[in-house]
């Protein structure tokens, strides 16, 4: 079981929006910057989101992440079906002294 | 164009040593700021750091594994190296590393490349 808790699944209509949730400790998320990182089947990951809510370039700003306390989010706007994917937290721990990821998120566009 | 690239065994016996090399293209590890990581994902679950080493090459270790993971840097070949001692089969996964670029180094945990995977099975 993950120190950092993802909801195991999410879904949502294109066009909608969804948040999926990252929840940690102060320790972790309480103390460091969290990254969001997006896995197509097969493929490695991707970085979408660092320093818990900046983008690097070439990631759409449907894309969003944002930090208060212990828990993350990232949002998607505007849903779209080439967004299912597999979606990953990650964090650095004070405690543990190593980066963390979450269990993944398994995005289902309906 | 950055790429990362890892080979090595894709299959191993219990007991024995993984060696997986990464090798880098399109940047180099000395440039200040810098940092390969190595990381792992075991079938159908999330990942796992293993361990960085940065452009002072000096290498850093996830905790529980700190005893049987060695990272080293091989300049002439601009090449990484993962060491992974004692395998067992709860070591089968897909083993990536992955750059975390001088822009993002104040995380450790935001890599912008990443090579395409290597599969390691640990069976008998």
């Known amino acids: 079981q993950s120190v950092l808790t993802q909801p195991p699944s999410a879904s949502g209509t294109p066009g909608q929006r969804v948040t999926i949730s990252c929840s940690g400790s102060r320790s972790n998320i309480g103390n460091n910057p969290v990254t969001w990182y997006q896995q197509l089947p097969g493929t490695a990951p991707k970085l979408l989101i660092y320093f818990s809510d900046q983008r690097p370039s070439g990631v759409p700003d449907r894309f969003s992440g944002s930090k208060s306390g212990t828990s993350a989010s990232l949002a998607i706007s505007g849903l779209q079906s080439e967004d299912e994917a597999d979606y990953f937290c990650a964090t650095w721990d004070d405690s543990l002294k190593t980066v963390l990821f979450g269990g993944a998120t398994k995005l289902t566009v309906l | 164009q950055v790429t990362l690239k890892e080979s090595g065994p894709t299959l191993v016996k219990p007991t024995q040593t993984l060696a997986l090399t990464c090798t880098l293209s399109?940047?180099?590890?000395?440039?200040?700021?810098?940092?390969v990581a190595w990381l792992r994902q075991s079938p159908g679950k999330s990942l796992e750091w293993l361990a960085h080493?940065?452009?002072?090459?000096?290498?850093f270790y996830t905790a529980s594994l700190k005893t049987r993971v060695t990272v080293s840097h091989d300049t002439s070949k601009n090449q990484v190296v993962l060491t992974m001692t004692n395998m067992d089969p709860v070591d089968t996964a897909t083993y990536y590393c992955?750059?975390?670029?001088?822009?993002?180094?104040?995380?450790?945990?935001?890599?912008?490349?990443w090579g395409q995977g290597i599969l390691v099975t640990v069976s008998s």
């Open positions: 992955a750059r975390n670029p001088p822009v993002y180094s104040r995380t450790w945990t935001s890599f912008d490349y």
């Open positions: 399109g940047f180099s590890l000395s440039t200040i700021g810098t940092r």
């Open positions: 080493i940065d452009w002072g090459y000096d290498s």
